[in-house]
């Protein structure tokens, strides 16, 4: 058994809001350039990156441990900034699954990612919309095999591979050497994909396996890319709405008690809808970054992928937040609207008892006191009318 091929880490960090991406374009040179976008094997023409990334040349890289490993930095128009290392590989699938093992989660490598990014940033500052001090990470691992041959020599078929590796193909995903119990083994090779019988793709959680020629190969890695990028940038966002939930929450509780504290409602409830609009907007961009549409092989290939890595999920878990953020709008503009009804019932009813006590005092009084307190009805009239009092909710 030979195999053939290379071994990728991936780290993606989300550094900001946006880049300013004529600013980057510009401060990188000319030099670095956006990603190619025709995507092959009769993938319609529509199909591409809104704003493909931007791509830095590659560089050699020496690890802290003695290991070298080829370097590549993107930059995604969301701020995220993907470090890429590849290092070659040839031999066996013991050597590979101990390869699997040494690189997945490998905590020697991200501080050597993490320091990277910030020697890029430090001439990039000027095109980060809104950085970010606490960086959100996520890491995959691709094993992009280019050439698995059998013991008579021959290049295994994607079928092939599967009925005689199977097991160990499960292992590689999972970054374990000992073997898989049989429900794990089939659970993880359900992710799977081929457009030809020549080539494989399966999708974990953590890492990959793509088992194709490398022309093809580095668009089915993209989309792998892709998908991780949308999972960090969903991450992000259901931390964000869950500390704004909770201020609010907070808010709420502290108001409960305090007189005449609802009349600030109004403004508390316009800036949670101010920042329920913009997650829902900035969330529609990254969703229509690039769109798959139909049953071709990027397509499907990014829809396993996505429910893999668990874009959906956290897709699922930003969309609730953006509901609730809805739901307490609108009861905090009901609390103010119920306020300010109460304070118009009690003026009138005040003004009530003041026409009973002109009656009780006598016409002479009624009428000097009447024709005194006319204009002040008037005037808490048209203020009352001003402020939105007599408007129903």
């Not at 470090?83 to 997945?104: I, K, P």
């Not at 799977?192 to 019988?197: A, E, K, N, V, W």
């Not at 690039?290 to 071709?296: C, H, L, R």
Request: charged share 25%; proline share 4%.
């Amino acid at each position: 058994m030979h195999i053939c091929g290379c071994i990728r880490t991936f780290l993606f960090y989300d550094v900001g809001e946006a880049f300013d991406l004529d600013k980057l374009q510009n401060l990188l040179g000319s030099r670095c350039g956006p990603t190619k976008q025709d995507f092959p094997r009769r993938t319609p023409d529509y199909v591409r990156f809104e704003n493909p990334p931007i791509a830095e040349p590659r560089e050699p890289l020496t690890l802290r441990s003695g290991e070298k490993a080829t370097c590549t930095i993107k930059y995604y128009e969301y701020a995220i900034v993907e470090v890429q290392l590849e290092t070659a590989f040839e031999g066996a699938w013991d050597a590979l699954l101990a390869q699997a093992s040494r690189w997945m989660d490998a905590a020697d490598i991200e501080p050597e990612g993490r320091a990277a990014v910030g020697r890029h940033l430090e001439k990039l500052a000027p095109a980060v919309i809104k950085p970010r001090e606490d960086w959100l990470l996520e890491s995959y691992l691709v094993f992009d095999l280019h050439e698995i041959q059998g013991e008579t020599g021959t290049a295994l078929t994607a079928d092939e591979l599967l009925s005689a590796h199977g097991d160990q193909v499960a292992q590689l995903i999972r970054g374990e050497q000992n073997r898989l119990a049989r429900t794990t083994t089939e659970y993880v090779l359900q992710a799977r994909l081929s457009y030809s019988p020549t080539d494989l793709l399966v999708v974990g959680s953590s890492a990959a396996l793509v088992y194709d020629r490398p022309d093809e190969a580095a668009w089915t890695i993209q989309i792998l890319e892709y998908a991780k990028m949308q999972l960090l940038e969903f991450r992000y966002y259901d931390n964000f709405m869950t500390r704004v939930l909770s201020d609010v929450y907070n808010t709420l509780d502290r108001k409960q008690n305090v007189l005449f504290s609802r009349w600030t409602l109004p403004r508390d409830a316009n800036r949670l809808n101010t920042i329920r609009l913009d997650v829902m907007e900035l969330t529609e961009r990254i969703d229509n970054a690039i769109k798959f549409v139909s049953d071709t092989y990027y397509a499907l290939a990014y829809r396993l992928a996505a429910s893999r890595v668990g874009v959906a999920d956290y897709r699922e878990l930003v969309e609730r937040k953006l509901e609730t953020a809805r739901e307490l709008h609108e009861f905090m503009v009901n609390q103010f609207n119920e306020a300010r009804l109460f304070v118009l019932e009690v003026a009138i009813t005040l003004l009530c008892l003041l026409d009973v006590l002109l009656l009780l005092r006598g016409k002479q009084c009624d009428e000097r006191l009447y024709f005194a307190l006319m204009p002040l009805g008037c005037v808490s009239y048209f203020f009352f009318r001003r402020q939105g009092f007599l408007n129903r909710p």
